[in-house]
């Protein structure tokens, strides 16, 4: 029991030679205060205002860039999509059009192969036509030739029809001459 | 009996004053003082002010507050200097802006949650003015002034006010006051609840000052005392040991005064929580 009070009194008696922790000081008071209020009010003017302004707008920032970020990855995706859609279709119209080439080509060919064939059929026709028309002349040529000789002979003959044997002879000359043409 | 106990007292008391040499040494350092004691290189005496009869002389805690607030307006004009030109932190205001986010996100927004913008600046201020005042005392010749019970006692004062004010504020000061009673207790319990409501707001700050004032002093007495093994004991063979205990302390010490700081603006921004946010 007088321990406690020892205690207790020690802690609340102000000695003045040594003074105890426990001694409060109304000039510290006083000067705290001030000291933090104006330090209070400083760092809310000076510093706190302008860093925590700078914190939230380097955060809105960051989160602006990452959803524009995002959004142009998006925006990408899509576009990428577009393109191969695109690319398939032209791909596609590609085969077309060479499906279509290839299918004009082929019924080029198959005309002109056509054509060219009945071209031909022609000028062998013509050929053939040509030929026959050209033996009928040569053998027309041929018969008045030949009557034209037969002719001459005959005139030769009429002509020289004073001996039988001048004129055998001369039949015999004819025939050879004819045999030379 | 009576007169008995009165006796020991006053003899305890005298004894105490006489034999103040025996601890005085360390109350030496550990007290405030009328000048500061930078031996051997000298000792400067300060100044003795008083105004309308109050002392207001410039005591050494004073002068090592005024000390870390110096610190404080350089590091933070420079880190919002810093701020204002890139972007982009480097150096000491990025350390500096960890210290804050921390501050705003863990403490001040995970405390009072909605509207926690208003108290900011308050929590901001007080978290680093108490770690500075605390860290000063950790280098040479200086002192803490947190180890001063008026100084925290001042602290915690003006936290009672943001947290009274906040609650006012908010709620009126009749529907603060009705906020604070539980609610669906009897009626007859009302006036025993409202004293001990009512107590509960002093007790926190009183708390908050007797912690932050009790931390800072023990450590730097602990010390003292370990050092003073080496006089007590007249040898030296017990200097390693002291030294090397009172080195942990010391480390100790570091992280007692980063605590400290957490934890009385942690509590202050919980108190201000509860007293903005009465519903929970």
Known sequence: MAFILNVILLAFSESEKVGS?????????????????????????????????????????IKDSLEQAEKARKDAEILYEKNKENLAKAE?????????GREYAENLKKQILEESKTEAKKMIEDASAAIVRKNQEAFNNLKTEIAEIAVGAAEKIIRENLDKGTQSKLVDKYIEELTKN | MVLEIVQTATDSLKNASENGGGSGWIMHHVLDSRKLDFSPFGVIALPHIEVFGIDISITKHIVF?????????AIFFYVAKEHKKSRIPSGLSNLMEILVVFVRDDIAKSTIGKGYERFLSYLLTIFFFILTCNL?????????????????????????????????????????????????IPIWLLPIMF??????????????????????????????ALIGLIFILKTYFVA??????????????????????????????IFIGMAVHQEH
């Open chain 1, 21 to 61: 922790p426990l001694d409060i000081n109304p000039g510290v008071i006083i000067w705290t205060t001030v000291t933090f209020l104006i330090l209070l009010w400083v760092l809310k003017k000076t510093a706190w205002r302008p860093i925590l302004n700078s914190l939230s707008e380097r955060e809105n920032f």
């Open chain 1, 92 to 100: 596609e119209e590609a085969q077309k059009v060479i499906e279509q």
């Open chain 2, 65 to 73: 507050m005024w000390f870390a607030v110096l610190i404080l307006l």
């Open chain 2, 136 to 184: 000063i005392g950790l280098i040479p010749y200086g002192s803490t002034p947190t180890s001063n019970i008026a100084v925290t006692a001042t602290l915690a004062t003006l936290s009672f006010l943001v947290i009274q004010g906040g609650g006012m504020i908010k709620y009126g000061v009749f529907g603060y006051f009705k906020g604070l009673m539980p609610h669906g």
């Open chain 2, 195 to 224: 004293v001990v409501e009512i107590l509960g707001l002093f007790t926190k700050p009183f708390a908050l000052a007797i912690r932050l004032f009790a931390n800072m002093t023990a450590g730097h007495v602990v010390i003292f």
């Open chain 2, 240 to 269: 390693p040991v002291s030294v090397a205990f009172a080195l942990f302390i010391f480390l100790l010490e570091i992280l007692v005064a980063l605590i400290q700081a957490y934890i009385f603006t942690v509590l202050s921004g």
